[in-house]
Each structure stands twice: as structure tokens, then as C-alpha cells.
């Protein structure tokens, strides 16, 4: 499991080319809604070494904490101030 200090250190396991599945929940959160039973249930279904890829507008700390509870790694990427994308991986 992934310590918090290094959420930001882009892993070995990390490559685009094994991003199996992508949500983007910007629209979900706008609306007052919180993906976390969607991505628990999305990451249960990856196979080992496969990544989750999460688009938030914010780093979604209790949500990658019940992940990572889950058996996952994360690595968290900020693009902007509003766009931040979370990487799941399969261990």
C-alpha cells in the first residue's frame, strides 16, 4: 500500500498502456453525488497489474484510502487546479 507522503511519486507499476477502465466524476461531484461505491465496485473488478484511472476536481483523500483498504496502490497526478487524475493499481 501506498504511504500519503508518496501520492505524488509516479511508481514502477504506473503506465498508460494498462489503464484498463477510466471514470471521470467532475460532473458526478458538481451534482452533489460521490462515486466511491462506482470506483469500489470498478477497482474489485481489475486484474492484478491493471489501473483504474479517476478524474476529480480535487485529490479525493478518503476515497483513495478506502482503495487502497481494498488491496490497490494509487498515484495521484494534479493537470490544474481543477482537474486532478488518480491512478489505481491492481497489486
Same mark, same amino acid.
Request: proline share 9%; with cysteine; glycine share 6%.
Given at each position: 500500500?501506498?504511504?500519503n507522503s508518496n501520492l505524488y511519486e509516479q511508481p514502477a507499476?504506473?503506465? *498508460?498502456?494498462?489503464?484498463?477502465?477510466? =471514470?471521470d466524476a467532475r460532473e458526478t461531484l #458538481?451534482?452533489?453525488?460521490?462515486?466511491?461505491?462506482e470506483v469500489l465496485t470498478r477497482t474489485s473488478l481489475l486484474?492484478?497489474?491493471?489501473?483504474?484511472?479517476?478524474? *476529480?476536481?480535487?485529490?479525493?483523500?478518503? =476515497?483513495?484510502?478506502?482503495v487502497q483498504d #481494498?488491496?490497490?496502490e494509487a498515484f495521484v497526478q494534479k493537470i490544474n487546479d481543477s482537474e486532478i487524475h488518480t491512478y489505481f493499481c491492481k497489486k
Open positions: 500500500m501506498s504511504s507499476w504506473y503506465s *498508460t498502456s494498462e489503464i484498463s477502465d477510466m =471514470l #458538481q451534482a452533489g453525488q460521490h462515486p466511491l461505491a486484474q492484478t497489474g491493471q489501473i483504474f484511472k479517476l478524474i *476529480t476536481p480535487f485529490t479525493p483523500m478518503p =476515497l483513495i484510502e478506502k #481494498q488491496g490497490c
